[in-house]
């Protein structure tokens, strides 16, 4: 049998996806980028194969994506983050009309067409706020593990707003209301609310469509989607793995043959 893999090496983390002929996940892996890029393009990729159980020559064609795509050598081709992550939300949720992708360092709201061709994207590229590398510096200001802001959030019982859009700022804010002495749940929810607004623009600049998808490592913080979700008015659909929609996305492409 035949695989096809696609890489995704972003500045926070790398993934990698191995898929069989009928599109099928064959495995994949999630690794930190660290501060060589190439090497944890190869060193995902390795962990892929291991997983699936599957060997190298059995892998016929492999395209990268992400923000060192070009740092990848195991790949061919390279693709846009854009392509790719609407191609992987297009394949769990074929009638997806928007797709919102919350990265490690951008954010971006794609609106889709059919065969999930992208129609217009927005992209926060310049700033990090609101995107992983926001949520991930604010974690540690409140010296909370990242995986627990979202319930942390779940627990405010007053609003309070970060007004600050610049990390760096944002991050002294965090500090200023510690030691005014407000209360963790708080900053956590005001935090999750900074991101559903910064990222609200982008979708209202593309189109809120029936159908909303969010993929990337943000999408797996409830709070969140769910004040995210309150902003568009519309409800949003999350993969079972949001964090590997590129990989998956680029690995389709890598199948079908059209990753230049």
Known sequence: MSYFGGIDVGSLTAEAVLIDEALNVAGYAILPTGNDSQKAGSEVYQAALHQANVRK?????????GYS?????????????????????????????????????DSKAIRI????????????????????RFLEVMAGALDV???????????????????????VFAESEVVSLISQGRKPPDIAS??????????????????????????GGVAKNKAVVKMLSEKIGRPIKIPEEPQIIGALGAAIFAREGNGN
């Open 57 to 65: 020559p059995d892998v016929t064609d492999i395209v990268s994506t």
């Open 69 to 105: 795509r070009a740092r990848v050598q195991e790949a061919q081709v390279s693709k846009t983050e854009i392509s790719c992550h609407a191609q992987g939300a297009f394949h769990y949720f074929p009638d997806v009309g928007t797709v919102i992708d919350i990265g490690g360092q």
């Open 113 to 132: 067409g059919r065969g999930g061709r992208v129609l217009d994207f927005a992209m926060n590229d310049k700033c990090a706020a609101g995107t992983g």
């Open 145 to 167: 593990p990242l995986e627990e802001m979202d319930g942390l959030a779940f627990e405010a019982t007053a609003e309070i707003t970060i007004s600050s859009t610049c990390t």
């Open 190 to 215: 005001a935090i999750c609310r900074a991101i559903a607004h910064r990222t609200s623009g982008l979708v209202t600049r593309v189109g809120v469509a029936d159908t909303v998808v969010m993929t």
